[in-house]
């Protein structure tokens, strides 16, 4: 296994630096992000096995399971390694039925920031995310208020940096004014390509972008061009998919969640996917 995955960036205004290939947590839960896992020791080996492969970034949130993802995440890597970075994210609570309830009120906010330092065993949390907008969208309008509480809670010491979700670049030029912010994760892969203008902007500001959902959504992005492409390279659909998405731009960061250790294994060698010119251009067609 690789121990630098697709290069290294660091996050600007800090001393975060880490590579693009990280792991995203959301499929520790159970099914449909919510009870626990089917299989808990299973979990817990994919953590530590993308932990000695060289993962250093973990993007996570309290409300996936709800608690549960966490609570498996310190169970496998507390204490933490020191090179570890751990990305959280605010913006949602979890119904008794397992339905998704955006919420960003203050109270829910800040108790957000409690469960997310309690059940990952930290005194303080590196990134906090504010989700705003829908599944796969920004919505318009001022998120001010809802940053000045983060704001808040970065200057009690509970938060060391913050970034943003499904946000649009109005608003963070309006989160600027009030803080730094240090990563965008929004909507974005081979055929969604409404943020290209975004991802460039950002990159000439130095912000990393996380594209979630990379792969189309909770199913794999489906297209013959990309299996076509993929068969060529004696690779899967998703790996080409995320190779295509580290030739992107440099600012892009990765964060493919996976319960299988096999999946993590493919998930880590598409960093060392070569695409050429060529299969480049062939990609580019599938935009929508």
């Not at 005194?123 to 809802?146: C, F, H, T, W, Y």
């Not at 940096?161 to 994760?185: D, K, N, R, W, Y």
């Not at 969604?192 to 959504?217: E, K, M």
């Amino acid at each position: 296994m690789p121990t630098q995955l697709g290069g290294t960036f660091t996050f600007p205004g800090t001393s975060l630096t880490v590579n693009r290939i990280g792991y995203g947590a959301m499929q520790l839960a159970g099914p449909h992000v919510f009870g626990p896992p089917r299989d808990r020791p299973q979990a817990i080996a994919v953590l530590r096995e993308a932990i000695a492969a060289g993962v250093d970034h973990i993007d996570t949130s309290d409300f996936y399971g709800p608690h549960i993802t966490n609570q498996i995440i310190k169970e496998a890597l507390h204490p933490y390694p020191a090179n570890l970075t751990i990305v959280t994210k605010l913006g949602a609570t979890r119904g008794n039925d397992g339905s998704w309830i955006q919420d960003r009120s203050r109270a829910t906010l800040i108790q957000g920031v409690h469960d997310n330092l309690k059940n990952l065993g930290l005194d303080a949390l590196d990134i906090v995310n504010l989700r705003m907008g829908g599944i796969d969208k920004p919505k318009p309008g001022s998120i001010a208020e809802q940053v000045e509480v983060l704001v808040e809670l970065k200057e009690q010491g509970l938060i060391r940096h913050i970034g943003l979700s499904t946000v649009s670049p109005e608003q963070l030029a309006e989160a600027q004014t009030l803080t730094p912010i240090v990563c965008i994760q929004n909507f974005y892969n081979l055929a969604n390509r409404s943020d290209d203008a975004f991802i460039d902007l950002l990159a000439q500001q130095g912000i990393p972008y996380v594209p979630y959902f990379p792969l189309g959504g909770f199913t794999p992005l489906q297209s013959s061009e990309l299996n076509a492409v993929a068969a060529a390279l004696n690779a899967t659909p998703m790996q080409v998919a995320q190779a295509w998405l580290l030739h992107r731009s440099p600012n892009i960061l990765l964060i493919p969640g996976t319960s299988s250790l096999n999946h993590l294994r493919e998930n880590l060698q598409a960093a060392s996917l070569q695409l050429s010119p060529d299969i480049l251009q062939q990609l580019d067609t599938i935009a929508k």
